[in-house]
């Protein structure tokens, strides 16, 4: 059976002979894959001119709806994703790490478009510049998406959450994608990408999947387009040193296979806490997808005092994890995924073991639970340890990408510091210790070689990810070896599919451009007060002007009565000598809510509540005597999604700038409210 190719919308089959994928736990062939035949340049204009518009012309809060709604489908479906992902040598748990995981991707992203992006298509980046000396030409930066596709070459060790925390990113920030997975395990991403396009919430040609070779398909990418990459780092360099991507200066993330480190504190006694917790941690990444993880600990790194009882507690534990079918009742560690990955393997093993002595394991003398080891893809666990870490390069350099891990003892801080660093950047590194000062100086001293660190320690060991865990809210990737990428990481990672663009004009322009009130920018008054009208009504830029109000000593002394403040800046002029004040000053936070006092309309009407204060600054102080009025501008709208039972409602941000008698401002803050919608 071949396994077709979704392409241009439609399920098609490559021509001639495919490679054959074979199932990792019995070897039986599954199918073959092929993409001979296939027009990749057909691909990239259907992605760009079919699937790019449609999702450029939707809002961030759309493109996030439409995660969720994704992600609440695949749920329902995940049952059908577990069976076949047994067959790629999953147990449950490597299962629910890939399928879950990367429905979990999904939704942080759907929940973060909402919640930390503007319901607009594009994204206002940081503030305003004011480049002229009277104002009327400001610089600004804006965000849009790029006008390509997002290619992802994936990596086979994780078909489902490799392609869904990627396609959850490129999405979001409005570009379509071409999924190519690794051939070995595409099968499982080719179950998942069919119940995606029955689904029907993705719009026409914003998801192509590729089950076989790549073909020429880079030949024909453009600078609007974006590759990643997953997988080898002999790979990815080949990838990224494509003529077509060096003269386009294509945007390629690469996050290659590293040597992960892990490092043992000297406090981690055995028997304590920490020390069993740590011993838990390298043998569960050891073996959690067979070692076939990008973030798997390849050097353990421990105390030379403590490294005689670590290994015999690391022997202990791993002798307790059963290899076989992951199917099996009390497997907890299965093949890995073909033979191919087997041989690979076992080369790395063996120049290994020219300079490292082999503690535990052997590929010639291991058990298999209800499996026939030499039809599967099966390998041992296996440590090594490493007597001369310092000056023994090969556990540094050569990675066993398995259930393998070198043990390396170290002397003092410095010592570990420098092992941590031959890895020649990484992917993650982790430290357990119960000793700050020691994580402090192990993370300052390594930070810049690797792209995560993790330093756990009792306190929260209840709710630690773990060392081998991304997470769609911090960046994933690199330095060196590790590719020098980033993927995720919040809404770092959405910026790499879009470009950021300055712009410069004037404030009233850059404000119609960006709906997004600018400083000396035109103001408009109405002559209905703003908070009398609905959401859709407000406009960018309308101000309320209000009377004014002269600030006295007991509105001073009332508001110390009652908020419980008596700095004696307000209430002692006694103490007021070589101070900034020359005399009794108000309140800031008098200052704010007198100012509210003047914008506010008190009758009922569409403003609902205050929801909230994004900025304040008191920019001078207000004395007695002082007239103080205020300029309350509507700064930017976000309309909010409908629910149930609930009134149709948007966030309106509005500038309060408050200003005396001089007309110079003394108060500048952001309040927000919630304001009723007419639309439902």
Known sequence: MKLANYIQGKWIEGDGDGVALFNAVTGQQIAEAT??????????????????????????????????????????????????????????????????????????????????????????????????????????????????????????????????????????????????????????????????????????????????????????????????????????????????????????????????????????????????????????????KAGQKCTAIRRTIIPENLAEPAMEALKKRLSTIALGDPSTEGVRMGPLA??????????????????????????????????????????????????DPLHNKAPHEIEAFGPISTIMPYKNIADAATLARMGKGSLVGSVFTENDDYAREIVLGTAAYHGRMVIINSRCAGENTGHGSPLPHLVHGGPGRAGGGEEMGGMRGIFHYMQRTAIQSHPTTIMKITDVYQPKAEQTEEIVHAFRKHFEDLKIGETVVTHKRTVTEADIVNFANISGDNFYAHMDVTSLEGTMFTSRVAHGYFVLSAAAGLFVDPKKGPVLANYGLDECRFIKPVYVGATIGVRLTVKEKVAKENREGETPQGIVKWQVDVYDETGETVALATILTIVARKNK
């Open 35 to 288: 993409t001979k035949g296939t027009d990749y340049k057909a691909m990239l204009e259907y992605a760009r001119n079919v699937g790019g518009p449609k999702l450029r012309k939707m809002t961030f809060h759309e493109r996030a709806l439409m995660l969720k709604k994704l992600a609440l489908y695949l749920t329902e479906k995940k049952d059908i994703f577990y069976k076949v992902s047994v067959a790629t040598g999953a147990t449950k748990v490597d299962s629910w790490i890939d399928i879950e995981g990367g429905i979990g991707n999904l939704f942080v992203y759907a929940s973060k478009g909402r919640r930390e992006l503007p319901n607009e298509p594009f994204f206002v980046d940081g503030k305003p510049e004011m480049i002229s000396k009277n104002g009327t030409f400001i610089g600004h930066h804006i965000c849009v998406p790029l006008e390509g596709a997002a290619v992802h070459i994936n990596a086979f060790n994780f078909p489902c959450w490799g392609m869904l925390e990627k396609i959850a990113v490129n999405l979001l920030a409005g570009m379509p994608a071409i999924v190519k997975p690794a051939t070995v395990t595409c099968y499982l991403t080719q179950i998942m990408v069919k119940e995606i396009a029955a689904s029907g919430i993705l719009p026409d040609g914003v998801l192509q999947l590729l089950c076989g070779s790549t073909g020429d398909l880079l030949d024909h990418l453009t600078l609007q387009d974006v590759v990643t990459f997953t997988g080898s780092a002999s790979t990815g360099k080949k990838l990224k040193s494509h003529p077509n991507i060096l003269d386009n200066s294509i945007r390629f993330n690469m996050e290659a296979d590293s040597l992960n480190c892990c490092i043992l504190g000297p406090d981690a006694q055995p028997g304590t806490p920490i020390f069993d917790l740590f011993i838990k941690e390298v043998a569960k990444e050891m073996t959690v």
């Open 338 to 387: 073909g033979k191919d990955q087997v041989k690979e393997v076992l080369e790395k093993v063996k120049e290994l073991q020219k300079s490292c002595q082999t503690v535990y394991g052997n590929y010639d003398d291991f058990e298999v639970r209800a499996a026939d080891k030499k039809k599967g893809a099966f390998f041992p666990s296996m440590l090594l340890f490493a007597a």
